[in-house]
């Protein structure tokens, strides 16, 4: 069987690129895009002049102008930069339609089959970068390899405006050393667990056994085995959409009682709050949920219908309802929304436009 040739392309601090692209004043600032500081509000990223004040995406707005006092800080706007996508994906589609979007800023590509460049997937990665900054004034980066995990790692390597190339016979060397953090799935709790078992490196996952990794991850052991030889069947879903956006986390130590789950919600909001204006799905959602595994692993479910964007206190109120349920210590809390279709939101902003509501 082939070995399938799959590009990672991410823009290039894509919001603060395209705040800069249509005010060319702002070009060589430290940007950040994101609510007030006297909000809870975190960035949506940052531009790389404010990333060596160690500014960062996810960082409350405060924090950012703490630690860059000349930060310019932008209120998202999400209108333009899916204008700024769609142009994006455009180009893409130049080349293959075999396109899984992530969100508005990253894709993966299959270009196994693909015609240009005598279906060389680095020349085609190339020109893709080219032609986005020749026509759109962005940059991208791009990672080139035989499957999804493998590309993603790999186009962090050259950012920004840069590509990198795994190829098949030097994966075995790419990924031993690399660190687990990098593994598809490993946050930051899973991450810490993994380094008090002494696993810091992908060759210290391979030296385990599938008995050993499953009875310390469940049945997620043997994915994290396959991952750390760099093995990943995920295949690039092009008509696949998203029916949930959700995060979760699993603890080290078994969280014994209410007030502490209730103190993990406030973390888990924020990174779902990144997550959800990078996929730009607001006008999606149709309920909440949240999610918690016991310590006997043993989990439960509670969600309720909504459209509106949910409070971190909606949450907090669905935990408690969901937690009353058994009152045991808990290892494992997830939140986040169900989505409806795309074309149901769509018709949705058709129904809702005053000038189609009362044309005759």
């Known amino acids: ?42 960035l949506c990223t940052a531009s790389y002049e404010a990333r060596k004040y160690n500014v960062k995406a996810a960082m409350p707005s405060a924090q950012a102008l703490r630690l860059c006092p000349n930060l310019i800080l932008l209120p998202p706007n999400f209108e333009l930069y899916k204008k700024e996508s769609r142009s994006v994906h455009e180009i893409f589609r130049r080349f293959t339609d075999q396109v899984e979007p992530l969100s508005l800023d990253e894709a993966y590509l299959d270009v196994t089959d693909s015609p240009f460049f005598d279906g060389s997937a680095t020349l085609i990665a190339k020109e893709i970068r080219s032609l986005i900054q020749n026509e759109l004034n962005l940059t991208a980066s791009a990672g080139i390899s035989q499957n999804k995990f493998l590309a ?84 690039v879903e092009p008509h696949s959409e998203r029916k949930s956006l959700t995060v979760e986390e699993t603890y080290n130590q078994d969280l014994p009682d209410l007030s502490q789950c209730l103190r993990q919600i406030p973390s888990l909001y924020q990174d779902w709050e990144i997550r959800m204006q990078k996929a730009n799905c607001r006008d999606r959602i149709r309920g909440f949920v949240i999610k918690i595994r016991f310590f006997d692993f043993k989990s439960t479910t509670h969600e309720i219908s909504a459209k509106d964007w949910p409070t971190e206190q909606d949450f907090r109120v669905l935990f408690e309802r969901a937690w009353e349920r058994r009152g045991d210590p808990v290892r494992l809390i997830g939140l986040g929304v169900r989505l409806g279709s795309e074309k149901a939101a769509l018709d949705q902003d058709l129904a809702d436009s005053p000038q189609l509501r009362f044309a005759v």
Not at 20 to 40: A, D, F, M, S, Y
Not at 179 to 197: N, S
Not at 202 to 213: T, V, Y
Request: proline share 6%; net charge positive.
């Open 1 to 42: 069987m082939a070995q399938r040739k799959i590009i990672h392309v991410d823009m290039d601090c894509f919001y603060a690129a395209v705040e800069v692209k249509h005010r060319p004043e702002l070009r060589g600032k430290p940007l950040g895009i994101g609510g007030p500081p006297n909000t809870r509000s975190v």
């Open 152 to 235: 993603k790692i790999a186009s962090d390597w050259r950012k920004p405006n840069g590509q990198f190339l795994i190829k098949p016979d030097e994966i075995d060397s790419f990924i031993k050393p690399l660190p687990v953090e990098k593994i598809y799935g490993v946050g930051k709790v899973t991450a810490k667990r993994m380094h008090e078992l002494g696993l810091k490196t992908c060759a210290d996952i391979q030296r385990q056994s599938l008995f050993q990794m499953t009875k310390w991850f469940g049945s997620r052991g043997a994915e994290l085995i396959d991952l750390s030889h760099g093995i990943d069947f995920r295949k």
